[in-house]
């Protein structure tokens, strides 16, 4: 065991997560399990536990969310044990790990092939009935599976016209998260299907980079 790694994610919890108002424990002891290094490229191995984004050098500007930024994430979406989960960016399979080790079923959805098979290698020897890892644009129409207690965007999108097709698929009391804008000002929402219809919450206010095929935002012409 790496103590200095241990020791790492034990400060990463109580230096920015924790003060940051993440304070579900459930969420707290699920980052506290997963081993955030082995999802990092080596290269970036002894920063797995930095207050920073990691580059997954696939040429596209993927990353992996800065870990306060996935604790957010997890606490919004009040992950039940029996939730049905679907994930929009597999990346190298940090938050996937998170969303299967907090929910029940989980379809993940990569764009990038070569991604997929990173994550897949990284999540290992995942029981196939509670994760799947698909090959797959996952703002391209309906994705088979649904309806979902909880969709998770790991990148962003301009604006919430993207948002139709997923949001359609939320299953009753369902809950979306989503970090919608353009740089430098981008907002994390919560979108719950409730008895009314959908309402909208912002949390806080970051900036990543956009999913791949993510919309154009439509600009004003003079």
């Not at 490229?41 to 870990?67: F, K, S």
């Not at 080790?101 to 994550?119: F, K, N, Q, R, Y």
């Not at 016209?161 to 359609?168: A, F, K, R």
Request: aromatic share 6%.
């Amino acid at each position: 065991m790496d103590t200095s790694l241990e020791t790492a994610r034990f400060n990463m919890i109580q230096q920015q997560i924790r003060p940051w108002g993440v304070t579900d424990e459930r969420v707290l002891a699920t980052l506290a399990a997963i081993p955030r290094e082995h999802f990092v490229p080596d290269a970036y191995r002894g920063l797995a536990y930095a207050d920073i984004e990691v580059p997954l050098g696939q040429g596209q500007g993927q990353v992996m969310l800065a870990p306060k930024v996935v604790a957010h994430l997890l606490q919004a979406l009040s992950i039940g044990p029996d939730d049905r989960i679907l994930e929009i960016g597999t990346g190298s399979g940090y938050v996937t790990a998170c969303l299967n080790a907090l929910g029940g079923a989980v379809i993940s959805l990569e764009i990038e092939p070569e991604l997929a098979a990173l994550a897949k290698k990284n999540l290992g020897d995942s029981d196939p009935r509670r994760l799947e890892i698909r090959v797959a644009d996952g703002l391209a129409g309906h994705i088979d599976g649904g309806p979902f207690d909880v969709i998770a965007l790991t990148g962003s999108l301009p604006d919430a016209s993207g948002l139709s097709g997923l949001v359609s698929q939320l299953a009753p009391h369902g809950r979306l998260f989503a970090i919608l804008g353009d740089e430098p000002a981008m907002v994390a929402t919560l979108i719950t299907h409730g008895p009314e219809g959908f309402n909208r919450q912002s949390l806080f206010e970051i900036s990543v980079p956009a999913l791949a095929k993510a919309p154009e935002p439509e600009r004003f012409v003079f």
